[in-house]
């Protein structure tokens, strides 16, 4: 079955530090990969997106993701996170319409 | 524009009892989706919309619920005969067919306990 795995659940940093999240995905055909991000009472909004072509994508706020298909991985990746990231974030997987999300990482930075 | 809507924010209701949750998606978007987001856990797809095409209901998770979406638009999620467990964030997303693969836009949810 399709599934999406996020296997940092709380992560705790000091301003200025790098970050990474894993998000690996099972699925052997075409997909289509998304980081969506949500801040402390909004709604999800899309941080990112990778469809096809170069596997390194930028999104806002200074994010980015690389997409590796021999590991079935799309790792979120800051240089340096602001306290202001903090928020849950959600890999998705679409290789049809409906969505297949992960569990989530709650993101903590503390100034 | 203004973006997915959805009401009420919040619902309270006694387990046994009926709801209808709405959602507004983004005027122009032709496919609409349900999600339920439940504690710890990660979004689970509910429902899809496309168009006048029949619905794709696969992710319902039992007969107690039902989606309308009437005139391409609002859509009404029922929960019928509520359960605790179905107590979790309920959320709607709407996308156009823009694109090579469209971007789904997610609304504040709905907040729903089952007391």
């Known amino acids: 079955a399709q599934s999406v795995s996020q296997h940092n659940h709380h992560v705790i940093l000091s301003e200025a530090a790098s970050l990474e999240l894993g998000c690996n995905y099972s699925y052997g055909g075409t997909v289509n990969l998304f980081w969506y991000v949500q801040y402390p009472g909004q709604h999800l909004q899309l941080l990112l997106k990778?469809?096809?072509?170069?596997?390194l994508v930028k999104g806002i706020k200074g994010f980015e993701a690389e997409f590796i298909k021999s590991k079935f991985s799309f790792n979120l990746r800051k240089p340096s996170v602001q306290w202001s990231d903090t928020a849950e974030y959600f890999c998705?997987?679409?290789?049809?319409?409906?969505?297949?999300f992960g569990t989530g990482t709650r993101l903590q930075v503390f100034p | 524009g203004a973006g997915v809507s959805q009401s009420p924010s919040n619902k309270v209701t006694e387990k046994g009892k009926d709801v209808e949750l709405r959602c507004d998606p983004i005027?122009?978007?032709?496919?609409l989706y349900w999600y339920r987001q439940s504690l710890g856990q990660g979004l689970e797809f509910l429902i899809y919309?496309?168009?006048?095409?029949?619905?794709?209901k696969s992710g319902l998770p039992s007969d107690r619920f039902s989606a309308e979406r009437t005139g391409g638009s609002v859509s009404t999620l029922t929960i019928q005969r509520t359960q605790q467990e179905d107590s979790a964030v309920y959320l709607c997303a709407s996308s156009s067919l823009v694109g090579s693969y469209p971007t789904q836009y997610f609304g504040p949810g709905t907040r729903l306990l089952v007391l």
């Open positions: 919309f496309q168009g006048n095409s029949a619905p794709d």
């Open positions: 998705a997987v679409g290789p049809t319409d409906k969505l297949i």
């Open positions: 990778y469809f096809s072509g170069d596997p």
């Open positions: 005027s122009g978007h032709t496919a």
